[in-house]
């Protein structure tokens, strides 16, 4: 056990949590949030650069960018083949998080359900890793010994609702009650041990929730339709999350530091633009045929490596890559023509309009211009098709450019770039101001500040945005 401070911190993070949800339209029914902020300070939080879970959270623990880190997506690639990716767990981490400054200074950390904390390593205090955990029968926590004592207290632990892209809505629905009961569970059991300074849970359970449903109550979906009986199951799990809240709060101590924070935000997904399709069709892909049958994934389709430029892949984000000589096995971009071609791909990609004709706010990133480092295999191009209220698909057989339907499954909204938090620190209040121009890499920096640990001149946030 290390050395008892007594102010504490407790971290609540709301994976995918809304601010315009949260901070308006919901306000009112959500009264331990809204109560939060009225003593603290609040604001949008502004996610990384993509706006996705993996590699967000660990961006903001460790208050350096996905250029830095090296991770781009859940999924990276591996090398510089044409088809291997990997997936980006903790084994691709090889910058500091907060818990391992406050271990260092002798500060204790109880730690659940962080993203990018499997494969688990050792920390100063106790784990549980998050989603990209196989399953409870994995090496999944810290001490090793406390997995038993989560097995005896959820048995059906579950680290993500798998698959969350379904059908089968009823059983989505129950299967993410039954993942976030479990992990409130194990949060209740060790909440009130006097051998913890630092507590954070990751709670993705409301990432799910709104990939899962957020077309069955926002009007402004395309496929919204009113009355039906899932309108109201994303509201219900906001209030859920409120009440647990406030039952935890009781629990703290008066002098106790709280933060609620959401990697990302949350928006109606409009449609999808079919990237591959679209390099085909424009001259920078070239296939030996036709694709035939339906839909087919780019893993499917038979390339000509030798008179291809460029080739794409989907998800919440468009990514780019080139074919460039003496990278790629069949490359045939010569180095000094690759300026030429990302300027080109930028300027014409962004004009891509809706498929009504209307223009889109599309916004095309070069890793070079937006990290401060650029390690690992970054796509060449970043691509946020109107500002992420379109998404990418990188399959074949759409008929067009343009689909509304995804190719892995259903998914009824995007990311959006503004993530959240709320802050209370009873030493400083703030009397529910609110902040503006925060960014997520700032949270680390305050964390440490707020301990009186050190901090190293590399972390890119500024803990100022906070004071």
Known sequence: MGHRSKRRMFVLGLDCAEPKLV?????????????????????KLR?????????????????????????????????TSYYRMEIADNSVIHQPRVWDY????????????????????????RLVSGILTPDI?????????????????????????????TERKDWLLEKIHSMTEAHFTVADSILDSPDWDFFMLVEIGLDRMHHGF??????????????????????????????????????????????????????????????????????YLTLFEEPQGGVVPFTKVEVDWSRTRAWGAGGYYGRIFFNIEGR?????????????????????IAAVPSHTGEPLDTRVYTPDR???QVNG????????????????AGSFGHDGIYSFKNDTGPDGCNHAEDGLFILYDPAALQGGREVIGAQLMDVAPWILDTFGVSRPDSLQGKSMIFE
């Not at 029968?137 to 609702?161: G, M, N, S, V």
């Open 377 to 392: 295999l970054p796509p060449d191009l970043l691509v946020y098709f109107d500002n992420l209220r379109w998404r990418s």
């Open 328 to 348: 790629e096995p069949e490359g045939v971009v010569k180095p000094e023509m690759v300026e030429d071609l990302r300027e080109e791909l930028c300027e014409r």
């Open 23 to 43: 901070f308006d339209l919901w306000k009112d029914h959500l009264p331990v949030l809204k109560n939060l902020a009225a003593r603290g300070c609040w604001g």
């Open 370 to 372: 937006i990290y401060q």
């Open 102 to 125: 406050l271990g260092d200074a002798g500060y204790d950390s109880i730690l659940i359900g962080i993203p990018q904390t499997y494969p688990v390593r050792s920390v100063r205090g």
């Open 47 to 79: 996610s990384s650069t993509p706006a996705i879970t993996v590699p967000a959270w660990s961006s903001m623990l460790s208050s350096r960018d996905p250029g830095v880190l090296g991770v781009y997506g859940f999924r990276n690639r591996a090398d």
């Open 214 to 283: 957020w077309n069955y109550f926002d009007p402004t979906h395309f496929e919204y339709e009113p009355g039906n009986p899932y309108e109201k199951v994303i509201f219900d799990y906001y209030v859920w999350m409120d009440t647990k809240l406030g039952e935890w709060l009781d629990r703290l101590s008066p002098e106790d530091v709280v933060l609620v924070v959401s990697d990302h935000g949350a928006h109606a997904v409009q449609g999808w633009i079919c990237i591959n399709e679209w390099l085909w069709r424009e001259g």
């Open 137 to 165: 029968e994995k090496p999944c926590t810290w001490p090793q010994e406390w997995r038993d004592e989560i097995r005896r207290l959820a048995p059906q632990y579950d680290f993500d609702a798998r698959p969350f892209r």
